[in-house]
Each structure stands twice: as structure tokens, then as C-alpha cells.
């Protein structure tokens, strides 16, 4: 886009509100301005993400090799639970005293609604982390030194909360489900 230039001598000339030239003005400013908040919004998901994966990378076992999914589910619940001895501080805070309001209440519900909302993305479609089943990756985790331009060079994947396999309520035990799956293999061989 064009910068908008004036003639020598004509840099304190007004501009008409309705001209070519402060609409030209106008755009450019509004570009300015969004360019501006875009930055800043990336750098705050960049800091948070780099904080995360920091966490993550504080927490790795320098013994395992390969986190499986057992481990790494231990882990999230670890992440998860970090602000627990926090929030247990202030409600002994809170406790204390002859007090009617909350002390550091912005702070607890600030920690509680972040919780909730990471316990819902974790059951529900996945909580973003650092992919702790490739070997390479974990490696470049674990040499990170934290620099946020890095952070496109550690895979980042959703992980899930494990199913717990639930007995089917029609049947009680497993040993009636497999007998029935043999009656069925022993109807499909006399159809043949």
C-alpha cells in the first residue's frame, strides 16, 4: 500500500474528511492498529504455550524413554492438579479470622475457572501437550531451553483422557459374552 506523500512545503495543509487521501490515511491507521493487537495476541498464546510445555518439560523422568499413554495420562493429572496447594493456602487464608469477604478471590476464581476449563478440554476433545511418545521429540523437549521461537520444533498433540471400558450391562461377567460368541460362530458354520 502506497504511503501517503504530500508536496514539499504542503505538510500542514488540511485534508478534507471526505477525500481519497484521509480515507488512504484511515486505512492505513486501521492496518497499524490491528497489526499491532494480532502481535500482541500471539505473543500472549506463544507465552502461554511456552509456559506449558515448560511445565511438561520440568516434569520429564530422565530415566523413560517413551511416555505411554498410561504415564502420560498421569502426567495431565499432574498438570491439571498444579494450582491445588494454591488454592489450598487460601481457603486456610480464608478460614483465618473474622473476615465476611474472600481474601485473594479474583485469584481462586481466576485458578478454578482455568481448572475447569482445562478438565473439560482434557475429557473432552484433548488437551494440547508435547507429543511424549516419539523418542526424537522427547529428546528436543528435554535440550529445550525455553526460547519461544523454538517452540515450532516440539510436536504438539491432543491428548485425550483414557476410556475406562465399562462391563456391558446386559451381561454381568465376560465368560457370557464369550460363550455367546461361539454360539454365533457355531450358527454362522451350519448356515455355510
Avoid at 508536496?7 to 492498529?33: C, T, Y
Wanted: proline share 4%.
Amino acid at each position: 500500500m502506497p504511503k501517503v506523500k504530500t508536496k514539499f512545503g504542503q505538510e500542514n495543509k488540511l485534508i478534507h474528511p471526505n477525500s481519497r487521501k484521509a480515507d488512504q490515511i484511515s486505512r492505513e491507521w486501521h492496518r497499524d492498529v490491528r497489526v499491532k493487537h494480532n502481535k500482541k495476541a500471539m505473543a500472549q498464546k506463544m507465552t502461554a504455550l511456552g509456559e506449558k510445555i515448560a511445565w511438561f518439560r520440568d516434569q520429564l523422568d530422565s530415566e523413560v524413554k517413551i511416555y505411554t499413554p498410561g504415564l502420560t495420562a498421569d502426567l495431565v493429572e499432574q498438570y491439571l492438579g498444579r494450582f491445588d496447594e494454591e488454592l489450598e493456602q487460601i481457603h486456610l487464608k480464608n478460614q483465618i479470622g473474622q473476615r465476611s469477604s474472600r481474601q485473594h478471590a479474583s485469584r481462586e476464581d481466576a485458578i478454578e475457572h482455568s481448572q475447569k476449563l482445562e478438565r473439560d478440554e482434557y475429557e473432552g476433545c484433548g488437551i494440547e501437550i508435547p507429543d511424549l511418545s516419539c523418542p526424537k521429540n522427547l529428546e528436543y523437549l528435554r535440550s529445550w531451553t525455553g526460547v519461544l521461537r523454538f517452540i515450532p520444533n516440539i510436536t504438539i498433540k491432543r491428548f485425550r483422557k483414557p476410556v475406562q471400558t465399562k462391563a456391558d450391562p446386559c451381561h454381568e461377567n465376560g465368560d457370557e459374552m464369550e460363550e455367546n460368541d461361539e454360539t454365533d460362530d457355531a450358527n454362522a458354520k451350519d448356515m455355510e
